[in-house]
């Protein structure tokens, strides 16, 4: 094969694959004057990058073909960065993939604002396991990816050269362009949908990070833990720390900041009895604690 028609042939590829994969890709609108973009997920749900979704009365959905529909904000989670809308209309079928290597082609959709697609052809610049957000949200695996995104087409579809949906681009630090996985969609969309909302862990106790006397470094394994300065009346901690105690881990997981807190305390571990081990008089001692639901 020569050169022109390797490159004929990607071409073709990389057009047929925006083809399959626009029906996705929806717009969002609001006033009249800006759009993001958004993923059809399923039929009457439209997902989207919550960080770029503004706080409106009323939304308008733009579908593939032009057709606008209103829409509702059924829940937002700002620590997955996942808004999901409520609308009446129908999604394509899709299968979720999960990402190549590094240096693997993908292809970040969006919607032109009036029923077209926009499309932007990258590569995956780094692929690692789960990860926190500053927020506390657990995101299931870090996909990072090269290419330019607008602002318009925030929020839109990843897919790969099969056209598996890898999941919802958003922009991260320094506008560095981030998918958050379908895995991680599906899990918060679904209680987004049910409760408005993504319940999380809660155990009640506010903390304050502290450094460690220097002779309980090594037997704390830490040089810092987190000194409960308060407890919230009948929360889980409440029967099971005291004042002053520091808490060093969460069921193994050192936990030296809030945040390493909130990302312990996921919405699967409500109900969980969780281990917590902590320095209490300059001892070090293990309590159990059942978690709750932070309340609303």
């Known amino acids: 094969?020569?050169?022109?028609?390797?490159?004929?042939?990607?071409?073709e590829a990389l057009e047929r694959n925006v083809r399959?994969?626009?029906?996705?890709?929806?717009?969002?609108?609001?006033?009249?004057r800006h759009h993001i973009?958004?993923?059809?997920?399923?039929?009457?749900?439209?997902?989207?990058?919550?960080?770029?979704?503004?706080?409106?009365?009323?939304?308008?959905?733009?579908?593939?073909?032009?057709?606008?529909?209103?829409?509702?904000?059924?829940g937002r989670d700002p620590s997955t960065n996942v808004a999901v809308l409520r609308l009446e209309a129908d999604a394509p079928a899709y299968t979720l993939a999960d990402p190549a290597g590094v240096g693997g082609l993908v292809q970040a959709l969006g919607s032109d604002g009036g029923g077209g697609t926009s499309a932007?052809?990258?590569?995956?610049?780094?692929?690692?396991?789960?990860?926190?957000?500053?927020?506390?949200?657990?995101?299931?695996?870090?996909?990072?990816?090269?290419?330019?995104?607008?602002?318009?087409?925030?929020?839109?579809?990843?897919?790969?050269?099969?056209?598996?949906?890898?999941?919802?681009?958003?922009?991260?630090?320094?506008?560095?362009?981030?998918?958050?996985?379908?895995?991680?969609?599906?899990?918060?969309?679904?209680?987004?949908?049910?409760?408005?909302?993504?319940?999380?862990g809660w155990l009640g106790a506010g903390l304050h990070p502290v450094a460690l006397p220097r002779d309980l470094v090594e037997r704390a394994g830490s040089a810092t833990g987190l000194m409960v300065v308060n407890l919230a009346e009948g929360a889980p901690a409440a029967a099971a720390l005291l004042p002053g105690d520091i808490l060093l881990e969460i069921a193994g997981t050192p936990v030296a900041t809030p945040r390493a807190v909130a990302a312990a305390l996921g919405p699967e571990t409500i109900g969980q009895t969780l281990t917590l081990r902590v320095l209490r008089g300059g001892t070090l001692a293990e309590v159990s604690v059942t978690i709750a639901a932070r309340p609303a």
């Open 1 to 11: 094969m020569t050169a022109p028609s390797i490159f004929a042939a990607l071409s």
């Open 20 to 32: 399959q994969g626009a029906p996705l890709a929806a717009g969002i609108d609001w006033g009249g």
């Open 120 to 200: 932007r052809l990258g590569s995956i610049e780094m692929s690692g396991p789960a990860w926190e957000s500053m927020r506390g949200g657990r995101i299931d695996r870090l996909i990072r990816i090269g290419v330019y995104l607008s602002h318009a087409a925030e929020g839109g579809p990843v897919i790969d050269p099969a056209c598996g949906l890898l999941g919802m681009s958003t922009f991260g630090p320094r506008r560095q362009v981030l998918v958050i996985p379908g895995s991680t969609i599906a899990r918060v969309a679904d209680q987004l949908l049910h409760q408005g909302h993504l319940t999380r």
């Open 37 to 74: 973009s958004g993923v059809l997920w399923k039929p009457g749900v439209l997902v989207t990058s919550e960080q770029s979704l503004p706080d409106a009365e009323g939304y308008t959905a733009v579908l593939p073909g032009g057709a606008r529909v209103s829409a509702t904000l059924a």
